[in-house]
């Protein structure tokens, strides 16, 4: 089925670990973009990629990095993971920015313990 | 204050009755979207409007730019539209969307 792909799912890392959240698309989207989720607060914007080539911060970048690998993919690093970066995160795609809906993973929901 | 705010928080209604959701913001937007979250599971765009009504099934949702305003309505609700419901609008300054908290909905048999 055509939407956003993300991996994993459920994710438990200790403190000072590492990973890479991947994210994909099938649709041919341009624009990109990872949010985190956290109770009691809206989604709030990581990083995005305005199209391939780019990566730009959103609200709050600090402790993550992204690569825009391909126009398909666009990846969420952690280099070093704190409790604070426990949350549920979200990828998101949309044809261009402007009018146009967006279609969301089903998110990762990562523990730092 | 946050750019968007949703009314009410939470929501319990009995199956059958019609429910509003509100949603209004204080910023200049180029569109605004409605969207669904299923406990545990992933977020669903329901609608993106501009302006006026739309309509999909039981759900329509409605905006007034002038007064910066949206609603969303459930006729004939059912314990599947059980779930949190997001607004979030799409800046005419930016490329982001900023979002509500969230209404969480539950819909009782």
Do not use: C, W
């Given at each position: 089925n055509a939407g956003v792909t993300q991996t994993p799912k459920f994710q438990v890392l200790k403190t000072g670990q590492s990973m890479t959240l991947q994210c994909a698309q099938d649709m041919n989207h341009n624009s990109m973009y990872w949010y985190r989720q956290d109770p009691g607060m809206g989604l709030r914007l990581i990083y995005y990629s305005a199209s391939e080539g780019t990566t730009d911060k959103g609200e709050v970048p600090n402790g993550y990095n992204v690569s825009r690998l391909n126009k398909r993919e666009f990846s969420l690093r952690l280099e070093s993971a704190a409790p604070s970066q426990t949350s549920v995160y979200f990828c998101a795609s949309t044809y261009q920015q402007g009018n146009y809906g967006y279609t969301f993973g089903s998110g990762t929901r990562l523990t730092v313990v | 204050k946050n750019e968007v705010e949703q009314s009410p928080q939470n929501l319990t209604a009995q199956e059958g009755e019609f429910i509003t959701i509100n949603c209004s913001y204080s910023v200049g937007i180029s569109a605004l979207h409605w969207l669904q979250q299923h406990p545990g599971g992933g977020i669903v765009s329901l609608?993106?409007?501009?302006?006026?009504?739309?309509?999909?099934?039981?759900?329509?949702?409605?905006?007034?730019?002038?007064?910066?305003?949206?609603?969303?309505?459930?006729?004939?609700?059912?314990?599947?539209?059980?779930?949190?419901?997001i607004c979030a609008v799409q800046e005419t300054s930016g490329s982001r969307l900023t979002f509500g908290e969230g209404t969480q909905l539950t819909v009782n048999p």
């Open positions: - | 609608f993106m409007l501009s302006s006026g009504k739309k309509k999909h099934g039981r759900l329509i949702a409605t905006i007034n730019i002038q007064e910066k305003h949206s609603s969303l309505h459930i006729t004939a609700s059912h314990p599947r539209d059980s779930a949190v419901y």
